[in-house]
Structures are given as structure tokens and as C-alpha cells.
């Protein structure tokens, strides 16, 4: 098993490709697909979202009535990728990955990603769980979760967020209802949140300008700068 281990380190070390596991090796993303799908949204109170690598982009419509979904899909010549968006309950779930089977792949070149953008009522609530790419939310206000891997995350004009995040720069502004983040690395910029901001960080800057209460659990490594904290602020490192 260990020399194995060291077998791949070195591929990736020497190569630079992005690793899958997968029953095939040296495979490219040539394909490019594009497809839209729509979900009737009366009754729907929460989308959730399992994502691969890609960007995403979710806008709240007032008024609308259904989810709608277009994707730009970049993937392999077998086009093993899943793209679903369906009901359950008051559910909407949505799913876009690609498929991986048993075994070991790398990449050489483009590896496989699906870019989204969506439409849905601006009262819904989110549930994300998004493995790779930027993040962009405006005017949904409804509570946001999302656990991201890596990435840019952009939240606007929103209801209460919640947010767990190996890396990427984060930028809230805003806000209607309490912050509360997890950050791993990544400069952090918070701006007019009606609640409370609760964040916990690695390393980064941390620029919050505008809460009822501040409390850093962890500021990590990073300057921080604080303006307009209408309560108290509470630092614990």
C-alpha cells in the first residue's frame, strides 16, 4: 500500500493533473454539452444541492414560480455526469456531479466541471454542499447553508447564512438574520448584517463593517479591521 501511495504522489507532483478516482487513466474533457431544466417551485420551501466542480450562480426572482436551471457542462467523451433536478416534498433537490467509478484516473488537460446558473422564488431557502468552484447568491432570502470545498463565495441581499469553507475569499453584504462562518483560509469582508456575525477563521483578513453583535472565535492569521458593531464585540483570541 505505501509504495502505491508513493506511486501517485509522485504522478502528481511530476504532472500537475487534477486526480479522480475512476476506472481509466489519462482522460480529457473534450465534451461540451449545455441543458436546462425546470422544477414547478409552488410549495417548495428548500433547495438543496450536491455539486461537483464547477461554478454556480443562484439569483432570487420575487414572485416566481418555478426553479429554473441552465448548465454548461464541460465533460468526457462518455459523458459520465449526473444532472437532476427534482421534487421531494417540499424539497428541491438538485444534483450535478460526475459519475466515478472504482479505480484510478488523472486528468491530462481540462478535467471535468458543470457551470450553473439558476432562477428561483426569492423566498427559498438553500442547502448547499458544492465541492469545487465560485459561489455567487444574490436576493435569496431565505436561510442560506453552504459547505464549500474551494472557491470564491459572493452572498448578497440574503437572509441568515451559514457557511463552512476550506478555502476561497468570502464577501457578505447585506444580510437579513445572524452570520455565521467557518473559514479555513481566504480574506473574509462581512457588511450590514441586521443580526449577529459569529465567525471562526485559519488565515486570511477579516473585515467586518456593520452588525448588532461581533463575536470571532478565532481570528487565525490575518489583519482585522471592525467598524459599526451596534452591540458588543467579542474576541476570543
Known amino acids: ?132 468552484g465560485d459561489v455567487s447568491i444574490a436576493n435569496v432570502k431565505g436561510h442560506i447553508e453552504l459547505e464549500d470545498g474551494s472557491g470564491d463565495i459572493d452572498i448578497s441581499n440574503s437572509g441568515s447564512v451559514t457557511i463552512e469553507d476550506d478555502s476561497g475569499s468570502i464577501s457578505i453584504k447585506d444580510v437579513v438574520g445572524n452570520v455565521d462562518i467557518e473559514d479555513g483560509s481566504g480574506d473574509l469582508v462581512i457588511q450590514n448584517v441586521t443580526g449577529n456575525v459569529k465567525i471562526s477563521d485559519g488565515s486570511g483578513d477579516i473585515d467586518v463593517n456593520g452588525a448588532e453583535r461581533l463575536e470571532i472565535v478565532d481570528s487565525g492569521s490575518g489583519d482585522v479591521s471592525i467598524n459599526n458593531i451596534r452591540s458588543t464585540v467579542v474576541v476570543d483570541d
Open 1 to 132: 500500500m505505501f509504495k502505491k501511495l508513493v506511486v501517485v504522489g509522485l504522478a502528481i507532483a511530476m504532472s500537475g493533473c487534477v486526480i479522480h478516482i475512476d476506472g481509466n487513466s489519462g482522460k480529457k474533457a473534450t465534451e461540451h454539452v449545455t441543458e436546462s431544466l425546470t422544477l414547478d417551485a409552488n410549495d417548495i420551501k428548500l433547495l438543496t444541492a450536491d455539486l461537483g466542480a464547477g461554478d454556480i450562480k443562484i439569483v432570487g426572482v420575487e414572485g416566481l414560480n418555478e426553479i429554473q436551471l441552465s448548465a454548461n457542462i464541460l465533460t468526457t467523451p462518455e459523458k459520465n455526469y449526473q444532472l437532476t433536478l427534482k421534487r421531494r416534498g417540499n424539497t428541491a433537490e438538485l444534483v450535478a456531479t460526475q459519475k466515478v467509478e472504482i479505480g484510478l484516473v488523472w486528468y491530462s488537460g481540462n478535467s471535468p466541471r458543470i457551470d450553473l446558473e439558476l432562477k428561483v422564488p426569492a423566498t427559498l431557502a438553500l442547502d448547499i454542499h458544492d465541492e469545487s
